[in-house]
């Protein structure tokens, strides 16, 4: 089975801290995303990537920034944390029409 | 543009009741369908996609999903469900117009099931 794996499953930081959430996937996949999990609001893409050393914005990429600088690997990255970045973070990878598999998620507090 | 609706946000149900959960969608091209399920404080997990071919999907724990073109609908059902279904389910859409394919969800179902 195709594991994506993220490095925390829960996380507290302080207002103005520089956040990384690490993700790996081990099947090859060329696709890569974060997405971030709010109640009421269902899933929000944050940004994507489509091969190494490529990333496209979502949804709602303010405040967030991203990288990819080997396949298996999809960082992202919380360049001033703020109390409304509070919120479950997903990682998905997949390959073209078969669907996408997650993570477990990180659920990030910032206080 | 594509887009998901999820009509119904909570859907109580007694054990050994059946259940659907609705989700209708918006695309200008082809789309692939997807229904995936979320446990407590767990990623989702794929439950089942609509490619091509039959219209009628089915997963491996009595979950079933039929494509309807003319409805833009892609129900998800059980005749009978179990403590052990409880959780949200999200329905996906994606267009494959363009190389990589990006995924649109819903804004998810909460699927209790009352003993």
């Known amino acids: 089975d195709v594991k994506v794996t993220q490095s925390s499953r829960y996380l507290v930081k302080r207002t103005g801290e520089k956040v990384f959430l690490e993700c790996v996937q081990d099947?090859?996949?060329?696709?890569m995303f974060w997405y971030r999990q709010d109640p009421g609001l269902g899933l929000r893409l944050i940004y994507f990537?489509?091969?190494?050393?490529?990333?496209e914005k979502g949804d709602i990429p303010e405040g967030y920034s991203v990288s990819r600088e080997k396949k298996e690997r999809f960082s992202l990255i919380l360049e001033s944390a703020s109390t409304n970045q509070t919120s479950m973070y997903l990682c998905a990878s997949s390959t073209t029409g078969y669907g996408y598999t997650f993570g477990s998620g990180t659920r990030l507090t910032v206080v | 543009a594509q887009s998901v609706t999820q009509l119904d946000s909570q859907v109580p149900v007694f054990e050994e009741a059946p259940v659907e959960l609705r989700c209708n969608y918006s695309?200008?091209?082809?789309?692939?369908l997807f229904w995936y399920v979320q446990y407590p404080n767990q990623g989702l997990q794929l439950l089942l996609k609509y490619l091509s071919g039959s219209t009628l999907v089915e997963s491996i724990n009595g979950f079933e999903a039929e494509f309807n073109k003319s409805q833009t609908s892609f129900h998800l059902r059980k005749p009978s469900v179990h403590i052990s279904d409880t959780a949200e389910y999200f329905c996906?859409?994606?267009?494959?117009?363009?190389?990589?394919?990006?995924?649109?969800f819903g804004i998810g179902t909460k699927l209790q099931v009352i003993p």
């Open positions: 099947m090859d996949h060329e696709n």
């Open positions: 990537s489509y091969d190494v050393k490529m990333k």
């Open positions: 996906a859409v994606s267009d494959h117009s363009g190389g990589y394919q990006k995924v649109t």
């Open positions: 695309s200008s091209v082809s789309v692939y």
